[in-house]
C-alpha cells in the first residue's frame, strides 16, 4: 500500500492551495483518513482527519479556513486551503488508517504519504 500525495507549493499570504492524497494497493477499506503538517522546528501536528463516513475534525488554527474531504471511490482525501499565512508553511502528509483482510483476520495500519511542501510567502 502506497500514499501518493500531490499539490503544494509557493502561495502568497491570503491565498489558496489544494493538496490530494490517493491510496493504492490491494487493501480491504480505509477507515480515517487525515493531513498533518510539521514546521521547521516544530513537531508534526494534525491539521483536519475525516471518518470513512464523512465526519470531519480540525485543529482550531485551520477551522473556517481549511476543509478536508474524501472521494471513497478513488480513495483519496482532499485539503483546502484558504486565507493561508505565513504559520501554514510546513510540510504536509496525509495519513491513511488502511484496514487489510489475510488469514481470517481484519488488520488497521497507519500509512503516510511521502510529504509535500507548503511555502507561504510573498
Known amino acids: 500500500v502506497q500514499l501518493q500525495a500531490s499539490g503544494g507549493g509557493l502561495v502568497q499570504p491570503g491565498g489558496s492551495l489544494g493538496l490530494s492524497c490517493a491510496a493504492a494497493?490491494?487493501?480491504?477499506?480505509?477507515?480515517?483518513m487525515g493531513w498533518y503538517r510539521q514546521a521547521p522546528g516544530k513537531e508534526r501536528e494534525l491539521v483536519a482527519v475525516?471518518?470513512?463516513?464523512?465526519?470531519?475534525n480540525y485543529a482550531d488554527s485551520v477551522k473556517g479556513r481549511f476543509t478536508i474531504s474524501r472521494d471513497n471511490a478513488k480513495n483519496t482525501v482532499y485539503l483546502q486551503m484558504n486565507s493561508l499565512n505565513a504559520e501554514d508553511t510546513a510540510v504536509y502528509y496525509c495519513?491513511?488508517?488502511?484496514?487489510?483482510?489475510?488469514?481470517?483476520?481484519?488488520?488497521?495500519?497507519?500509512?503516510w504519504g511521502q510529504g509535500t511542501l507548503v511555502t507561504v510567502s510573498s
Open positions: 495519513n491513511a488508517q488502511i484496514v487489510t483482510y489475510y488469514s481470517s483476520k481484519f488488520r488497521q495500519t497507519d500509512y
Open positions: 475525516i471518518t470513512s463516513g464523512g465526519r470531519t
Open positions: 494497493g490491494r487493501f480491504f477499506s480505509i477507515n480515517d
